[in-house]
């Protein structure tokens, strides 16, 4: 089980982290990606990282910009997320698989998804 917290209203440029805890299981072993699903678009990528941490992918409109890292001992992923811009408004769902999370993954092959929290960021 996924639980995803931090999310809440940011200005334009501002910074917020969210957190992802695992309960019930270790993440170790997962691959763990970030996704984001604005009003009426359908759910995008946004980032992933191996269950070693030695390989991230970013799509291209966060790259430069936001920051996935893992602690295992933890169970927990984080999302860093600066220079925050209103088109990142979306709910942000974590997502762990059995497999490493790519920005080609197929929503349907994820494993375990968060239940999401919801980042709005005011112009």
């Known amino acids: 089980q996924l639980q995803a917290s931090g999310g809440g209203l940011v200005q334009v440029g501002g910074s917020l982290r969210l957190s992802c805890a695992a309960y019930?299981?270790?993440?170790?072993?997962?691959?763990m990606g970030w996704f984001r699903q604005a009003p009426g678009k359908e759910r995008e990528f946004v980032t992933s990282?191996?269950?070693?941490?030695?390989?991230?992918y970013y799509g291209d409109s966060v790259k430069g910009r936001f920051t996935i890292a893992r602690d295992n001992a933890k169970n927990t992923v984080y999302l860093q997320m600066n220079s925050l811009k209103p088109e990142d408004t979306a709910v942000y769902y974590c997502?762990?698989?059995?497999?490493?999370?790519?920005?080609?993954?197929?929503?349907?092959?994820?494993?375990?998804w968060g239940q999401g929290t919801q980042l709005t960021v005011s112009s």
């Open positions: 997502a762990a698989a059995r497999f490493p999370i790519r920005p080609t993954t197929v929503l349907s092959a994820v494993d375990s």
């Open positions: 019930g299981g270790l993440l170790s072993s997962y691959g």
């Open positions: 990282i191996s269950w070693t941490g030695g390989t991230t």
